[in-house]
């Protein structure tokens, strides 16, 4: 089974804290992404990345940085934290053969007081 | 026009009942179409991959997709209380997946 892990479920920061979210996968998928999602927003895709040291931005990139140092591991950044970074954060994988499932972790739920 | 779009719901089915969930798509070169369950507070869960223009069963579930009409469909047989939750729709575009908004479905005892 693919497994994604996140380093936190919950994570309390104060405004302007720098914080790291760190996801690592472990069905080797060459594909790793970062998604918030809010109350009535739905999911939206923050940073992908399809090889090591490779990076993408996606819908809403602003505030964040990532890293991607090791095929299995994709950390978010949050330069400087602010209240309107609260949210759920999910990291998800996946392979580039096949039909690009994307498999999630369990969610990272960040309060940034 | 949102690329994906779902009935946000809630849709309320008693159980035992068949649930249907729709799900529309704007991009015609889309190939591959995902659900997604997701409990609340909890991260989305795949549950059915269809590619193909048809049916596609799992289960209790069923996947349909009709490409011409750029509409895929879940269906959820005999119905349980388990079932409630959000279900995303998923539709694979040209190097990501793009969500729909999720529909709430309830099912009452």
């Known amino acids: 089974d693919v497994k994604v892990t996140q380093s936190s479920r919950y994570l309390v920061k104060r405004t302007g804290e720098k914080v790291f979210l760190e996801c690592v996968q472990d069905m080797d998928h060459e594909n790793m992404f970062w998604y918030r999602q809010d109350p009535g927003l739905g999911l939206r895709l923050i940073y992908f990345s399809y090889d090591v040291k490779m990076k993408e931005k996606g819908d809403i990139p602003e505030g964040y940085s990532v890293s991607r140092e090791k095929k299995e591991r994709f950390s978010l950044i949050l330069e400087s934290a602010s209240t309107n970074q609260t949210s759920m954060y999910l990291c998800?994988?996946?392979?580039?053969?096949?039909?690009?499932?994307?498999?999630f972790g369990p969610g990272t739920r960040l309060t940034v007081l | 026009q949102k690329e994906v779009e779902q009935n946000s719901g809630p849709l309320s089915v008693p159980e035992g009942a068949i649930a249907s969930l729709n799900c529309t798509y704007s991009?015609?070169?889309?190939?591959?179409f995902f659900w997604y369950r997701q409990y609340s507070g909890k991260s989305p869960e795949l549950i059915m991959s269809i590619y193909s223009n048809g049916d596609k069963e799992d289960g209790r579930f069923t996947a349909q997709l009709n490409k011409a009409s750029q509409y895929v469909s879940l269906l959820i047989r005999d119905s349980q209380p388990s079932d409630s939750a959000t279900y995303l729709c998923?539709?694979?575009?040209?190097?990501?997946?793009?969500f729909g908004q999720g529909t709430r479905l309830t099912i009452n005892p």
């Open positions: 998923a539709v694979r575009g040209a190097q990501k997946l793009v």
């Open positions: 991009d015609r070169v889309s190939q591959s």
């Open positions: 998800a994988s996946s392979s580039i053969s096949g039909y690009n499932e994307q498999f």
